[in-house]
């Protein structure tokens, strides 16, 4: 067997009693951390927490040398773990595919998502939110500015009145941890589309204190939100308690909220 498990959002303590159970009963548990991590917690800190040992697996060691995975589960027991949904990334499914070419049973212990938070958090109905993009840094692309990419999804999702769940890059080498900061977003943005459009920071989803803030693209910019990970929310049209609910849980200016009031 083959258990996909979500840590949750934030520490040792997100992750569901379901998936804690699936932990503690599996014979090997891998975990890897370049989609996303748990940052108010380490692996070691979930290894205390839960009384299990893990195998961390970079990205080559899940796509491209996926056995050791696949044969602990072939052979018990086994646990793949990540921060969030583990299904929110298509290499977690090739993972599933491979194991189910091999006739290896599989099953999925939900964890929330950024997603979920995104909208819980701002008040902004779930099933408003069009397609998602993900806004690297610079270096990441390999040239100036936000890529064509970016730019476009949010205005075809702001056409449909649609709002848009920007995910924040994330690098990770041997030796250094960079987190691209809601105010980063916020600059580039401004800069290489409309400084003026209303968008919302979410820091720190899942942890104790999270904020959520509204504004102008041009006065969230370089604005510091504090610790990672950070999410942007570009507004689309609104129903009223959404209005509402940006203006009492973000502080977005009245005036900025109206205008998208459908």
Same mark, same amino acid.
């Given at each position: 067997?083959?258990?996909? *498990?979500?840590?949750?959002?934030? %520490?040792?303590?997100?992750? /569901?009693?379901?998936?804690?159970?699936? $932990?503690? +009963?599996?014979? @090997?548990?891998?975990?890897?951390?370049?989609?996303?991590?748990?940052?108010?917690?380490?692996?070691?800190?979930?290894?205390?927490?839960?009384?299990?040992?893990?195998?961390?697996?970079?990205?080559?060691?899940?796509?491209?040398?996926?056995?050791?995975?696949?044969?602990?589960?072939?052979?018990?027991?086994? *646990?793949?773990?990540?921060?969030? %949904?583990?299904?929110?990334? /298509?290499?977690?499914?090739?993972?599933? $595919?491979? +194991?189910?070419? @091999?006739?290896?049973?599989?099953?999925?212990?939900?964890?929330?998502?950024?997603?979920?938070?995104?909208?819980?958090?701002?008040?902004?109905?779930?099933?408003?939110?069009?397609?998602?993009?993900?806004?690297?840094?610079?270096?990441?692309?390999?040239?100036?500015?936000?890529?064509?990419?970016?730019?476009?999804?949010?205005?075809?999702?702001?056409?449909?009145?649609?709002? /848009?769940?920007?995910?924040?890059?994330?690098?990770?080498?041997?030796? @250094?941890?960079?987190?691209?900061?809601?105010?980063?977003?916020?600059?580039?943005?401004?800069?290489?589309?409309?400084?003026?459009?209303?968008?919302?920071?979410?820091?720190?989803?899942?942890?104790?204190?999270?904020?959520?803030?509204?504004?102008?693209?041009?006065?969230?910019?370089?604005?510091?939100?504090?610790?990672?990970?950070?999410?942007?929310?570009?507004?689309?049209?609104?129903?009223?308690?959404?209005?509402?609910?940006?203006?009492?849980?973000?502080?977005?200016?009245?005036?900025?909220?109206?205008?998208?009031?459908?």
């Amino acid at each position: 067997m083959l258990t996909f *498990v979500g840590l949750g959002l934030y %520490d040792e303590r997100s992750i /569901t009693l379901q998936g804690r159970d699936a $932990l503690q +009963a599996a014979d @090997r548990v891998f975990a890897e951390r370049y989609t996303s991590r748990l940052v108010g917690a380490s692996l070691e800190d979930v290894e205390v927490a839960h009384d299990v040992e893990i195998e961390p697996r970079t990205r080559e060691g899940v796509e491209q040398d996926p056995e050791p995975i696949l044969t602990a589960a072939e052979n018990g027991d086994a *646990v793949f773990c990540t921060a969030g %949904d583990p299904m929110i990334s /298509t290499t977690h499914v090739d993972l599933r $595919l491979r +194991a189910h070419e @091999r006739g290896i049973d599989t099953r999925i212990v939900h964890g929330t998502t950024a997603a979920a938070a995104a909208s819980s958090l701002t008040g902004l109905q779930n099933y408003r939110f069009g397609k998602a993009t993900t806004l690297p840094f610079e270096s990441s692309h390999g040239g100036d500015g936000v890529p064509d990419s970016v730019i476009e999804t949010i205005e075809a999702n702001r056409e449909r009145g649609l709002h /848009t769940l920007v995910f924040l890059d994330i690098k990770v080498d041997d030796d @250094r941890e960079d987190y691209m900061t809601g105010g980063e977003a916020a600059s580039l943005l401004a800069a290489n589309w409309n400084g003026t459009a209303p968008a919302v920071v979410v820091a720190r989803a899942g942890s104790p204190e999270p904020l959520v803030r509204g504004d102008r693209l041009e006065e969230l910019a370089g604005t510091d939100f504090g610790d990672p990970l950070h999410l942007l929310v570009i507004p689309g049209k609104l129903h009223y308690v959404e209005r509402d609910a940006l203006v009492e849980l973000a502080g977005l200016p009245a005036e900025a909220a109206e205008r998208l009031l459908v």
